[in-house]
């Protein structure tokens, strides 16, 4: 790995292999990884049925219940509990500039606390509780959490000064796949001006300007292009009226706009092979959805053409939609004028998590402190 894939770069030194463990904890899973270096000994998805769930009231409860099945897991495998590093899933807090973090005392304050729940936000936890229970100085780290925040000032205005625009997006994903395809290029990160755009539930497009992604969409909120959970961009005076219509209660409204939402809230399902499917058959109304979300993600791509001011190295296309030559290709057709488009399909943030523990075990990357 060349160490000057960030701007933090510090000497590389020899390594004798290391062993890093890597948590991923989703809403209905935990995803558990064991990795030598850069190569996945073990990688396995501990899923959790609703009725394990349902006895803790906040999803922040959970996190004794999921350590002690990583426990169990590695007690299962026959893999010894000694480890250089272990890494999880970055959680939901205040923004901050992309990088590696050491999970410290207040990161784990202010991801207990967070406002927005989410069952990333485990990932901190977890691992700082099975580091503290090493005895070879084992350090925890979260890498490129989804409120990754290096916007331009211009980027955070919105037309209202009590909604300013937030970046909660797939920066680990993107960041990844940046610094992939900069290396298969030959160059590396901070020297590219890049435009990604990952599709998956929610899609997220950031124009990454030489290592930093000055603008993004609030995937999370439903900015952006409609998806296969996500609202979209909607009309505001018409969200307003909806508000204060009585037919849904907060929650239920927030549903709508993140969850029930997208091609959900059309076609009463999220699985894009299966509309895709549908849309072969002959189904007008489905073949309608996929296009109109191919037509919305073309043009929030373009718009960070602008951002970028026209220099543009490539365009990365990116997450599990990207699997569909459909869509993938039509999309090409509307934005292939702006530069080059390169295509990687999945998300492997499994991996993502390993290379950036990995770099700062092997002195490429310098662990930042969360303040």
């Not at 769930?53 to 959970?62: D, F, G, R, S, V």
């Not at 409120?147 to 960041?175: C, F, K, T, Y």
């Not at 295509?343 to 310098?366: I, Q």
Request: proline residues 6%; neutral net charge; hydrophobic residues 40%.
């Amino acid at each position: 790995m060349n160490p000057s894939l960030d701007p933090e770069v510090a000497q590389p030194v020899p390594s004798p292999g290391y062993r890093i463990l890597v948590i991923n904890p989703g809403s209905t899973s935990t995803k558990v990884g064991v990795y030598l270096d850069a190569h996945p000994l073990l990688v396995s998805v501990i899923r959790h049925q609703p009725e394990e769930l349902a006895p803790y009231k906040h999803i922040t409860e959970q996190h004794e219940f999921r350590r002690n099945l990583v426990l169990k897991w590695l007690e299962e495998n026959n893999i010894p509990f000694v480890f250089d590093a272990i890494i999880g899933r970055g959680g939901l807090t205040k923004p901050i500039p992309g990088g590696v973090y050491r999970v410290n005392r207040k990161m784990c304050y202010d991801t207990f606390y967070a406002l927005r729940k989410h069952a990333c936000n485990l990932g901190c936890l977890i691992a700082k509780e099975l580091a503290k229970m090493q005895t070879n100085g084992c350090q925890a780290y979260i890498a490129d959490p989804a409120v990754v925040d290096e916007l331009l000032p211009e980027a955070r205005i919105s037309g209202s000064p009590l909604m300013p625009r937030l970046s909660i997006w797939h920066a680990l994903n993107q960041r990844a796949i940046a610094r992939r395809h900069a290396k298969e290029m030959g160059t590396t990160y901070d020297k590219l001006n890049l435009i990604v755009c990952h599709l998956g539930g929610g899609i997220s497009i950031a124009a990454h300007q030489q290592g930093r992604a000055v603008d993004a969409n609030n995937a999370l909120d439903g900015e952006g292009p409609l998806s296969p959970e996500r609202a979209g961009t909607l009309p505001a005076s018409d969200l307003i009226h909806l508000c204060f219509s009585g037919r849904y209660t907060e929650d239920q409204l927030k549903r709508r706009v993140a969850g029930k939402a997208g091609l959900m809230a059309h076609l009463g399902t999220t699985d894009v092979r299966q509309i895709l499917t549908m849309k072969d058959a002959g189904d007008k109304r489905a073949a309608l959805l996929i296009d109109a979300m191919i037509f919305h993600t073309a043009k929030s791509i373009a718009a960070e053409g602008a951002v970028l001011k026209g220099k543009i190295d490539a365009i990365l296309i990116t997450g599990g939609m990207a699997y569909s030559d459909y869509i993938t290709n039509h999309l090409r057709e509307r934005v292939d004028w702006m530069a080059p488009v390169y295509v990687y399909p999945g998300e492997d943030e499994m991996e993502a998590l390993a290379l950036n523990a990995l770099a700062v075990l092997k002195g490429e990357r310098v662990a930042k402190e969360y303040e």
